[in-house]
């Protein structure tokens, strides 16, 4: 939804988080946190310290500073969960209205996101599952429709994203 989003012009992954989350939002100080972009988040480089009780909590007390962004690659759910409100205050849209208009309409995909605790679930089925590893497989094509066209997010969604951790895309595992 964060390639969509870009896609569309609703934001830029080059942007900092601060400009859709406010400032405040980690217990950084200001300069650490200007540093943290949305791309930072994608690819589990925000350099914040994921050596916390509770590595889901999104709270800005759970949000505490380790390193510069973009200097450490650590897998922390509490950053990337917050991409939810990052696209929602960037389109204007909940996270389930957007997905439905720009994902599940377009390719038959069923589900909805569920809040549990700190986490945005997605719950859905098998077949839905196997729907949005066809429209991946596809490159962002479903029957015809390329519903993502930002090639670049793409490919860098599918391939090593950064230099640290060469194993990894925005938020995707590459097995590799």
């Known amino acids: 939804m964060v390639g969509i989003a870009q ?4 934001l830029s992954i080059t942007d900092t988080t601060s400009k859709y989350l406010g400032t405040g939002w980690t217990v950084c100080t200001p300069a650490q946190e200007e540093k943290i972009t949305i791309r930072n988040q994608l690819t589990m480089t ?3 310290d994921d050596d916390v009780p509770d590595h889901f909590c999104t709270l800005d007390t759970c949000l505490m500073y380790k390193a510069d962004a973009g200097t450490r690659w650590a897998y922390h759910n ?13 389109t204007g849209q909940t996270l389930n209205s957007y997905t439905t208009q720009k994902l599940k309409n377009p390719t038959g995909i ?7 605790g700190y986490n ?7 077949r839905s599952m196997a729907r949005f590893g066809l429209l991946i497989l596809n490159k962002g094509n479903w029957n015809g429709n390329q519903i993502m066209t930002d090639t670049t997010y793409f490919k860098q969604m599918v391939n090593t994203s950064q230099t640290l951790n060469s194993a990894y895309g925005y938020l995707w595992w590459l097995n590799g």
């Not at 069923?110 to 549990?116: K, M, P, R």
């Open 110 to 116: 069923t589900g909805t996101f569920v809040s549990v």
């Open 46 to 48: 925000t350099g914040l």
């Open 120 to 126: 945005n679930l997605f719950v859905s089925n098998a």
């Open 78 to 90: 509490g950053p990337y969960t917050l991409l939810d409100e990052v696209v929602e205050n960037a």
């Open 7 to 10: 896609q569309e012009g609703h």
